[in-house]
C-alpha cells in the first residue's frame, strides 16, 4: 500500500542547532515533492519543492534533499530560532497538480 | 491580494444538518481544492477542480457534495451531517497553465466544523 512517513513524535532542539526532518514513503513515484509550515489554528504555508531529478534544493535557512532510491527526502533548517517552531508537513505529487501529505512533525525550537 | 478567504471560521452543527463551507480566491487560480485535516492525520483531498465547472473526487468524497459555477469560488457541501465529518476543512488552490506551471498550493484558514 501507499505510505508517506513522517516522525509522528516532537523534535525538540535548541536554538542556533540544525532541525533535521523526515519523509519517507513507499509505494510513490513522485514528479516533485514539496515542503509546508503549518502553524496552530492556520492553513499551511508553501515553503519549497524539490523535483526528481534536483538532489538538494537551498532557501535562506532552509534545505531539502530528495533521494528517488531511498523514497525519502531531508529537510533541514539551519541556525533554528524559536519563531521556527511549528508543524511541517510533507507533501508529494500524486497526479497532475494533486498533492499527496504526510501527517506532520512538529518542531519545537527552545532559546 | 486576500489569497483563499473561508467562512465559516467556527461552526457546531446537530447530525443531520446541512450548510455549505465558503472558499474564495482572488488569485485567478484555475485549480481548487478541499481537503479535511483530522487530529494526528494528514490531509486528505476531499474533492478538487480543475477550472470553472469541471470537478473530481478525491481521496475521501463520500458525503460531500461541490460546484464551480466561476473561478473565484468553489462551496463544498454537506448534505447530512455525520459525527465523522467533525474535522477541520481546508481550501486552497494552485495554478497551472500551456505556459508556465506552478504546483504550490495556497491555503485558505481553515474552518472548524463539530458536529454533534
Known sequence: ?111 | NAGVTQTPKFRILKIGQSMTLQCTQDMNHNYMYWYRQDPGMGLKLIYYSVGAGITDKGEVPNGYNVSRSTTEDFPLRLELAAPSQTSVYFCASSYSGLAEQHYEQYFGPGTRLTVT
Open chain 1, 1 to 111: 500500500s501507499q505510505k508517506i512517513e513522517q516522525n509522528s513524535e516532537a523534535l525538540n532542539i535548541q536554538e542556533g542547532k540544525t532541525a533535521t526532518l523526515t519523509c519517507n514513503y513507499t509505494n510513490y513515484s513522485p514528479a516533485y515533492l514539496q515542503w509546508y509550515r503549518q502553524d496552530p489554528g492556520r492553513g499551511p504555508v508553501f515553503l519549497l519543492l524539490i523535483r526528481e531529478n534536483e538532489k538538494e534544493k537551498r532557501k535562506e535557512r532552509l534545505k531539502v534533499t530528495f533521494d528517488t532510491t531511498l523514497k525519502q527526502s531531508l529537510f533541514h533548517i539551519t541556525a533554528s530560532q524559536p519563531a521556527d517552531s511549528a508543524t511541517y508537513l510533507c507533501a508529494l505529487e500524486a497526479g497532475f497538480q494533486k498533492l499527496v501529505f504526510g501527517t506532520g512533525t512538529r518542531l519545537l525550537v527552545s532559546p
